[in-house]
């Protein structure tokens, strides 16, 4: 059956096949499946996570933050496996009713503290440390409606344009072509704007550039979804030089490979416990300037 013919029924029913890669963990409904309580490490943050574009969002603002000076930032980051389903332990839900990664504990107030969803952390610690996130309103507010639109415009490229290119069981025309347009849309407001400032919010290097570069450095560097062709992501240059530039930062070298399970071994460190489980191999890869000199 093509999707031209298919009649939605009055009531939906769930069908556990449906989902295509992902059928085995999706589900219409929350709560936990299994009991398992997280684990918890030895540093003032417990990150529980995968090396998603969204994991790395949390994981590049820890090393980001390390780098600058701010050793109060140390953190455990705990291998969640989505594919098995840990993000639905009864640990995991507790801190984030949704089961989705990343979720954060921050045990270093009086009572620990959850936080989840990646925007929401991120501000978090721009907040408690006082860096990435600007002051001044205006430029705050700048900032904060970037990392909103990723909030709200990715949804369009993951679940959608990904989905129904590369994971659903079959493909469609009319989502393929309706989702490629609009990340199409989303390529060139990004390419607009990067074509009048040298980072995202206008001002400085920000959570704006750590949540946006996850997903979109992703899908003009990495090839992601197998799509840069498809898509003609080259046709992006503003979109690629920031890519780039974003991508040499020592910080987001060693957050990007933190909770990774994918892709060479060398760039892959499952769980960060302490600054030196980022092995030598490693290190000489994410080798260079500081951090802090942008």
């Given at each position: 059956m093509s999707d031209k013919e298919y009649t939605p029924p009055k009531v939906w029913t769930w069908d556990k096949e449906s989902g295509g890669r992902f059928a085995a963990i999706n589900r219409p409904i929350a709560g936990p499946?299994?009991?398992k309580e997280l684990p918890v490490g030895k540093h003032p943050f417990q990150l529980y996570s995968l090396g998603t574009p969204n994991g790395q969002k949390v994981t590049i603002m820890f090393e980001e933050l390390l780098a600058a000076g701010h050793s109060g930032a140390e953190y455990d980051a705990?291998?969640?496996?989505?594919?098995?389903?840990?993000?639905?332990?009864?640990?995991?839900?507790?801190?984030?009713?949704?089961?989705?990664?990343?979720?954060?504990?921050?045990?270093?107030?009086?009572?620990?503290?959850?936080?989840?969803?990646?925007?929401?952390?991120?501000?978090?610690?721009?907040?408690?440390?006082?860096?990435?996130?600007?002051s001044e309103r205006g430029a705050r507010a700048e900032c904060l409606s970037w990392l909103f639109w990723q909030m709200g415009a990715t949804p369009f490229l993951g679940g959608g344009f990904g989905h129904f290119y590369a994971y659903a069981p079959a493909k469609y025309e009319y989502p393929i072509n309706r989702y490629a347009m609009e990340v199409k849309r989303q390529l060139d407001v990004l390419d607009r704007r990067l074509a009048e400032v040298e980072f995202i919010d206008g001002n400085a290097y920000s959570i704006a550039d750590m949540v946006i570069w996850p997903w979109y450095g992703g899908l003009v560097k990495s090839n992601q979804y197998g799509a840069a062709e498809f898509l003609a992501v080259h046709e992006y240059r503003n979109v690629i030089r920031w890519a780039d530039q974003v991508a040499a930062r020592p910080g987001v070298k060693r957050g990007r490979i933190v909770n990774r399970t994918q892709g060479e071994l060398s760039a892959q460190l499952h769980e960060r416990h302490d600054a030196s489980d980022f092995d030598t191999k490693t290190q000489d890869k994410i080798a260079g300037p500081s951090a802090a000199g942008g």
């Open positions: 499946t299994h009991d705990w291998l969640i496996n989505i594919g098995q389903g840990d993000q639905f332990g009864s640990g995991f839900v507790a801190i984030n009713p949704n089961s989705k990664i990343p979720a954060l504990v921050d045990r270093s107030e009086k009572t620990p503290v959850r936080i989840f969803e990646s925007g929401a952390i991120l501000v978090h610690l721009a907040e408690k440390f006082g860096a990435f996130l600007p």
